[in-house]
């Protein structure tokens, strides 16, 4: 569900689009009891309804909010699939799509009715004959009442099991989006994050829910941000889903379906060797001895035994078709990674299970650790005896005899459509189960789990090559904005001719993608005296402006041997922010402000005084000299003469 009240217009799928939509239809190998969440136009700097008069960049949609999107959220439908639609969004810079998060799951028919009520009345509200500032006023309610009924709603008794991404990217280069999921409680500080690389083509993304949970309290009231990351100019993209889900397994029959749905979906044949329906397979798990190899690992030994023929391409197929793989092994774990180092295949397993404990055991383990459904595994083994264990004990898993390895490729549950997400599944279920890893041993601590995010802040002067982005930038700052300050682009370039200013341009990534240009500050180094900084609210809380603030105070103390002095337009909006300057050791943040000075606040930082340090944010300085190499040497342009 997006905002209707405000975007409501349709454009009819070319073939690449309807190819999209059944690509992800495919993907879905189901259907899902599914949150319907309210998307919406929205900027990474708003700070209605300030913004809207100092921003030079606010452009007005229909009802008078800030267009971010170059088109509004376009609903894009197919004549193949009456009720499917993509949504295009155009973004601008600054843009993202934000959400009112909640949990609560709807069913099929539940869910499908919402949004067409949803859509009906939005459209129909934008065709009524009503005078203008009537219209505006009826679709700000009604989006604030869809706002206020996604806030409320609490977690039913059925639970997600992951959020689903659907994305289709037209473009001929990867974008990098940033998935964002943070409570609104003030207090909690420690998001989740997630970068996802969107090469050209259809991707669908599912982020296990209890990774979400562990981080974020999805019972109080939180916000979810899809934005692209650095991208200069406007980049479109195609969604589909974006929605906490839970897949409905087809083994499910009608009269098990509540609220009025009617799935007629069969359920999967167990098969045993046979082929089991149109269920597919998401993960082999494997037995390692006379099944992986010939011999036994303990009374064998590594070097004796051989990788069976072959074993390895079939391995290394289906991983390129997004096929996971796990071990299910009685043995000594330590040895038998041990072996499959040696034979270059330890880095296929996911999850792998190696103990002496019953198989059946290690099946469940490894569906839960991956959160896929029991039921898309296949076990294979040589033993009948093991085969028939996991069978009585998990009745849903798929076995298959070792011997017949070599036919996997070719069976009916491994054909699946091939993307670019699909080939590196794997290594995004390894980098997530990494950084999963890393998060549980945070805890409570927020300065560990920033030094893990691997924040590096680079500082350049302003130029003429970065002054547009400098502009847009104090045009947006609100909350961390302490000067107040706002320049059009002739006063910043009156800058650069002032010797006696040091400008710095701030730019941030860590390892969840890059935020671009963040940040801004002004230096007049004969007093020294900061006069200008802004920072863009996409890096509050991550102590960036620490980082910056305690570099210049120790270059400046150590160039000049003064007291640093910097100058703080104290105001509602920046001071949760400007809590910096006390952080960092100034004195005079608590004074009152002097009628003479504009209410401007002059802090001191004492020359004699430590400069703190928490090692959290990596600084690097580029200077004008290299960036002036930089422009020198990229490719030039040759135009051939006629």
């Known amino acids: 569900m997006y905002e209707t009240e405000a975007n409501h217009?349709?454009?009819?799928?070319?073939?690449?689009l309807r190819d999209a939509l059944r690509s992800l239809e495919q993907l879905r190998e189901g259907r899902f009891w599914r949150t319907v969440l309210p998307w919406s136009e929205h900027c990474t700097e708003c700070v209605w309804?300030?913004?809207?008069?100092?921003?030079?960049?606010?452009?007005?949609?229909?009802?008078?909010?800030?267009?971010?999107?170059?088109?509004?959220?376009?609903?894009?439908?197919s004549p193949d699939a009456p009720g499917a639609y993509l949504l295009k969004i155009r973004f601008k810079r600054w843009a993202k799509l934000w959400t009112p998060g909640n949990v609560q799951l709807h069913s099929p028919g539940q869910a499908d009715r919402i949004e067409k009520r949803d859509h009906l009345i939005g459209t129909s509200l934008q065709r009524v004959p009503l005078p203008s500032l009537v219209k505006i006023t009826v679709a700000k309610k009604r989006y604030g009442f869809k706002k206020r009924t996604a806030i409320a709603r609490a977690i039913g008794a059925a639970?997600?099991?992951?959020?689903?991404?659907?994305?289709?990217?037209?473009?001929?280069?990867?974008?990098?989006?940033?998935?964002?999921?943070?409570?609104?409680?003030?207090?909690?500080?420690?998001?989740?994050?997630?970068?996802?690389?969107?090469?050209?083509?259809?991707?669908?993304?599912r982020v296990p829910f209890d990774q979400i949970a562990a981080r974020v309290d999805v019972e109080h009231p939180f916000g979810i941000d899809i934005i692209p990351n650095d991208e200069v100019n406007e980049t479109t993209l195609y969604f589909g889903m974006m929605e906490f889900v839970q897949e409905i397994k087809k083994a499910k029959t009608q009269s098990a379906e509540k609220d009025g749905d009617r799935d007629k979906d069969k359920g999967d044949k167990k098969s045993g060797d046979k082929k089991a329906g149109e269920k597919k397979v998401k993960?082999?798990?494997?037995?390692?001895?006379?099944?992986?190899?010939?011999?036994?690992?303990?009374?064998?030994?590594?070097?004796?035994?051989?990788?069976?023929?072959g074993i390895g391409d079939v391995i290394r197929s289906l991983d390129a078709k997004g096929i996971l793989h796990s071990v299910a092994s009685?043995?000594?774990?330590?040895?038998?990674?041990?072996?499959?180092?040696?034979?270059?295949?330890?880095?296929?397993?996911?999850?792998?299970?190696?103990?002496?404990?019953?198989?059946s055991e290690s099946i469940k383990a490894i569906a839960q650790q991956l959160n896929i459904g029991i039921d898309t595994l296949l076990f294979i083994d040589d033993s009948k005896f093991e085969?028939?264990?996991?069978?009585?004990?998990?009745?849903?898993?798929?076995?298959?005899?070792?011997?017949?390895?070599?036919?996997?490729?070719?069976?009916?549950?491994?054909?699946?459509?091939?993307?670019?997400?699909?080939?590196?599944?794997?290594?995004?279920?390894?980098?997530?189960?990494?950084?999963?890893?890393?998060a549980q041993d945070f805890s409570d601590d927020y300065m560990e789990f920033l030094r893990h995010c691997q924040i590096q802040l680079k500082m350049r002067p302003m130029t003429e090559e970065n002054l547009e982005r400098v502009?847009?930038?104090?045009?947006?700052?609100?909350?961390?904005?302490?000067?107040?300050?706002?320049?059009?682009?002739?006063?910043?370039?009156?800058?650069?001719?002032?010797?006696?200013?040091?400008?710095?341009?701030?730019?941030?990534?860590?390892?969840?993608?890059?935020?671009?240009?963040?940040g801004f500050s002004i230096v007049d180094r004969r007093e020294p005296r900061m006069t200008d900084l802004m920072f863009s609210c996409r890096v509050q809380s991550k102590r960036v402006e620490h980082a910056f603030m305690t570099y210049v105070i120790r270059k400046y103390i150590a160039e000049t041997g003064h007291d640093f002095w910097a100058n703080y337009r104290k105001t509602p909006r920046n001071a949760p922010s400007g809590q910096v300057f006390e952080d960092v050791g100034m004195e005079g943040a608590e004074s009152n402000p002097s009628k003479d000075n504009d209410g401007v606040l002059s802090l001191r930082f004492r020359k004699e005084m430590e400069v703190p340090d928490?090692?959290?944010?990596?600084?690097?300085?580029?200077?004008?000299?290299?960036?002036?190499?930089?422009?020198?040497?990229?490719?030039?342009?040759?135009?051939a003469e006629v």
């Open 471 to 518: 502009h847009e930038l104090t045009q947006r700052t609100n909350q961390m904005n302490f000067s107040g300050n706002r320049y059009d682009r002739e006063v910043l370039r009156s800058l650069l001719s002032m010797p006696h200013l040091d400008t710095y341009v701030l730019s941030c990534e860590d390892r969840f993608g890059s935020y671009g240009v963040v």
């Open 9 to 16: 217009r349709i454009e009819t799928a070319d073939r690449s």
């Open 159 to 205: 639970v997600p099991t992951c959020f689903l991404l659907e994305c289709y990217n037209p473009e001929n280069h990867a974008v990098q989006l940033s998935l964002t999921i943070r409570s609104e409680d003030k207090q909690s500080r420690m998001p989740f994050q997630m970068r996802i690389d969107l090469t050209p083509g259809v991707h669908s993304i």
């Open 283 to 309: 993960c082999v798990v494997w037995d390692l001895d006379n099944t992986m190899w010939d011999g036994i690992l303990v009374e064998d030994g590594i070097e004796r035994l051989r990788l069976k023929d």
């Open 49 to 77: 309804p300030t913004c809207y008069s100092t921003c030079d960049l606010y452009s007005p949609r229909e009802d008078g909010r800030c267009r971010r999107f170059a088109e509004g959220m376009i609903r894009v439908e």
């Open 387 to 438: 085969l028939e264990e996991v069978s009585t004990v998990c009745p849903e898993v798929r076995v298959l005899n070792a011997d017949q390895y070599r036919t996997l490729a070719e069976r009916s549950e491994f054909q699946v459509p091939v993307t670019d997400e699909s080939r590196e599944r794997r290594k995004l279920y390894q980098v997530e189960m990494s950084r999963q890893a890393v």
């Open 330 to 359: 009685k043995n000594n774990a330590d040895e038998a990674m041990q072996a499959l180092k040696k034979f270059g295949l330890a880095d296929y397993f996911l999850c792998p299970q190696i103990s002496w404990k019953p198989k």
């Open 614 to 639: 928490d090692g959290v944010i990596d600084v690097v300085f580029i200077p004008e000299t290299t960036i002036v190499s930089e422009i020198n040497s990229r490719p030039k342009q040759v135009v």
